[in-house]
């Protein structure tokens, strides 16, 4: 079974990108990512409403950091440090040699080919260092954006799973993306 470590944490570079920790200076973009209806549009979780809850986020990820059950990353231009958005790998299963990736951009950047630059990176780091045998992703089928980022990093669709989530007083459809490790 594989056994995660994320100390130090991993700072995550590509052409254009820096993935880096995040941390409580990061607390004002957190809370415009989180509390944006357009970026939270295919998320089923409740807005953030305040910057305490944003620093409540932000406390949240970093306790899995420290407790090895999963890791996010701020994304940020290699120029700047502004957080444009979040990318990590979530529900961690060392004992499938699998994990689920994630990712949220804010609005003005979409379309700039930020987020499969980042998934691509870590989509290697997952593979070479995590020593992960497949990696997922579940969006919302809607979602047309995150499945083009999705095909255009080589993931395949897994299953479309029908009223699977049950969130404010509706069930939600899930489709899960899938890659190996070849």
């Known amino acids: 079974m594989l056994e995660?470590?994320?100390?130090?944490?991993?700072?995550?570079e590509t052409e254009r990108l820096l993935l880096r920790r995040i941390n409580n200076d990061d607390a004002n973009e957190v809370f415009e990512l989180r509390s944006n209806p357009e970026t939270m549009k295919f998320i089923p979780r409740p807005l953030v409403k305040d910057t305490e809850d944003a620093l409540e986020h932000i406390a949240m990820m970093e306790d899995k950091i420290v407790t090895n059950v999963g890791i996010n990353?701020?994304?940020?231009?290699?120029?700047?440090?502004?957080?444009?958005?979040?990318?990590?790998?979530?529900?961690?299963?060392?004992?499938?040699?699998?994990?689920?990736?994630?990712?949220?951009?804010?609005?003005?950047?979409?379309?700039?080919?930020?987020?499969?630059?980042?998934?691509?990176?870590?989509?290697?780091?997952?593979?070479?260092?995590?020593?992960?045998?497949?990696?997922?992703?579940?969006?919302?089928?809607?979602?047309?954006?995150?499945?083009k980022v999705l095909h255009k990093c080589g993931f395949v669709k897994e299953a479309h799973l029908k009223e699977a989530e049950f969130y404010d007083g509706r069930f939600l459809d899930k489709v899960i993306y899938s890659l190996l490790d070849n």
């Open 4 to 12: 995660f470590n994320f100390t130090p944490f991993p700072v995550i």
């Open 73 to 147: 990353w701020g994304i940020t231009l290699k120029d700047s440090s502004k957080l444009l958005g979040i990318i990590g790998y979530y529900r961690l299963q060392p004992e499938n040699y699998r994990a689920e990736i994630g990712y949220m951009l804010a609005p003005e950047y979409h379309g700039k080919g930020i987020i499969p630059e980042a998934v691509n990176r870590l989509i290697r780091y997952g593979f070479d260092d995590l020593k992960l045998h497949s990696i997922e992703a579940i969006i919302d089928p809607e979602n047309f954006a995150s499945e």
